[in-house]
């Protein structure tokens, strides 16, 4: 891989500018429900930019950011229209609108071509790895000509979520309470996409219109993920879309020699948005709350749990029974009765091992005090439950008892108590068995 | 667009064909918290919310009670413009509600909002008092302070920075109710706080409720159980897209009014609560 300073740092510098202003505007896009309505104005604001080249003739930015505002407010003016005269659903609303406007932008740059070197490849998938040649003067020195476009909307984007944080956070949870506080939700939803056309004007000439869409959704998405407050959930956002940025570069010019000979290097904006899809599948799969590992886990460890419990009232029926059988071999015992594997069984009754609630004998185990008090409480609870189920639901006994084994792990000592009470202080359940009884269990 | 012309409308009224100023005789009292100037609404043309003209009195609280479909969130909804009126006029304390919505507080179907967003139940709070902060103006740490008193008069302090996908039904209503309470009315509109909630919830926002009237304010709730009407509310208004009753409960909660509001759609349920009430007041 080659870094040379001038380019490749400033390609990076611009990726993150722009990611961070996708980001940022992102998370209020993603909490609203309105990811769709970033495509939408993204597309949108081609017609936008070519009508302000047509009629002004220059590719200043001012010119283009006018184009892309006034487009972009006639993207939400439009998609409301049809969505209420209509009478169809938001999202084909949007998708009517944009994907029109687009093609009027289509056409019009098409058509003016020859005069412009406004290009509809460039348009679409961006030319990052050609900015930093197009240099200007800026206090002195020479930098790309992005570079502080792209600092500034980031610094309007910033400013205008730091000045307005409270009143886009209501808009975007409870618009009604919002505008019955008057804070108007429309407005700032109308002020939202006059920042998103804005900034996909800005950045698309870098990473295209397509990917500006990813750089707006997927940080945020993951980082919705991974938080539950709005201030970490932006934090999060803007490390993530930094870091799709500088590592999207970094695979670009290292990934491709290594998969094929005599490739240089790839696509910059293609590899950023590919690192954000694994920075976001990674999520998906880790996340502590949402992830899918996180809850395998959770649903595991939830498993062992029962496992255990259920070890423990077979060990206290067996001690029941008029002979007990003494010891017994409850790894086998669990592996028939609950239908699960050896392995879980035997990580089950380690478990209980350690925590002193099994002994181990010659030919098998027995519980232990703690054990036992531990069982007398599953055994209540089940027993309770029974009762309660004949009793108040009429259920017939025979039937209970599957319900009454799933309900024993969730019920409370005091949810127990509750149980006690309403079915009227029952000494045995519906079968006869007699419902272990807190006040006697020391003995 | 929005206003249906009165030919079109299938069930013409006096009061139909001239829309925003009040044509009824009966004069309204200045001073009112709620005073509702004829009110009609519609949805694309098709009238859902007739002639609603009402004084609603002070300190009291009120019930909204009517079949699905009868505009009882309507009502609350047009009253607080977050849908268009095709005429009326709504005054709030003998003035336009417009200018006086910092003394409306407002708690919405639960169902509303996105429980997944990334807030506690303490930002939820302080959101109600956002309208005092004003535009642009940071959250003090006595507003902070409010929106903890609030969520504490609910009892779920402990939860106050739980996120609020973690709370349960009930408590995700009282994380409203706080909200409301934060911000500090004197009017309140409530769209069924008591939809789905475990019963120690139910006891909790009846107990804020009383709290309220003690405090001379005024509450209208949206209310679906029947069998509780008597005992919740000083006041009921019967709705079934216009206002068939309204006064004090012991006055219009009747056989026959629940019979014009409710007409076939009155299940097997709600006929045995009606019972049940009739015998109540009959005993008493």
Known sequence: MQWTHEIDTWIVVIGVLCSLSCALLGNFLVLQRMSMMGDAISHAVLPGLAVAFLITGSRSSVAMLTGAVIAGLLTTLFTQWVQGFGKVDRGAAMGVVFTSLFAIGLVLIVQAADSIDLDPNCVLYGAIELAPLDDTLFFGSRVPRAVPLLALVLLVNAAVVALFYKELKISSFDPALATALGINANAMHYLLMVLVAVTAVASFEMIGSILVIAMLIVPAAAAHLLTDRLGAMIAVSLVFGAASAALGHLAAITVPPLLFTGVQDTTTSGMMVVVAGVLFGTTVLLAPRHGAISKAWHRWAFSLRMLKEDALGLLYRFEELPSPPGPVSIVTMLCHAKRTGPLLARLAVIRLLAEGKLQRQRNGYTLTAAGRDQAAGLIRAHRLWESYLVDRIALPADHVHRTAEGLEHITTESLAQALYERTGHPATDPHGKAIPNPDHKQN | ?284
């Open chain 2, 1 to 284: 667009m929005k206003n249906a012309p009165a030919a079109e409308q299938p069930n013409p009224t006096p009061a139909g064909a001239t829309p925003v100023q009040p044509a009824t005789g009966h004069e309204h009292p200045p001073d009112s918290p709620l005073s509702i100037h004829d009110m009609t609404v519609a949805y694309q043309r098709k009238p859902v919310l007739w002639d609603v003209d009402l004084d609603i009195p002070e300190g009291k609280l009120i019930g909204i009670v009517g079949p699905n479909g009868a505009g009882k969130s309507t009502l609350i909804k047009a009253c607080l413009d977050l849908i268009p009126k095709a005429s009326g006029l709504v005054s709030v304390y003998g003035k336009p509600y417009r200018r006086q919505r910092k003394l409306v507080g407002y708690v919405p179907q639960r169902e509303s909002v996105d429980w997944d967003f990334p807030v506690s139940a303490l930002d939820v709070v302080t959101m109600g008092r956002y309208g005092k902060i004003g535009w642009c103006m940071p959250v003090t740490r006595a507003h902070k302070q409010a929106a903890m008193t609030a969520l504490d008069r609910v009892g779920i302090a402990d939860l106050a920075s739980r996120q609020i996908s973690q709370l349960s039904g009930g408590q995700q209503q009282r994380v409203f109710l706080a909200r409301a309470l934060a911000q500090d009315a004197r009017l309140y509109f409530m769209d069924e706080p008591f939809a789905a909630v475990d019963a120690a919830t139910e006891k909790a926002i009846v107990a804020i409720l009383q709290q309220l009237k003690t405090s001379g304010k005024t509450a209208l709730v949206v209310h679906h159980d029947l069998h509780t009407v008597p005992e919740y509310f000083d006041w009921v208004i019967f709705l079934n897209m216009r206002v068939v009753a309204f006064g004090p409960t012991r006055e219009v909660f009747t056989q026959e009014n629940l019979h014009k509001t409710y007409g076939g759609k009155l299940t097997l349920l709600d006929q045995a609560a009606q019972a049940l009430v009739i015998a109540e007041r009959g005993g008493s």
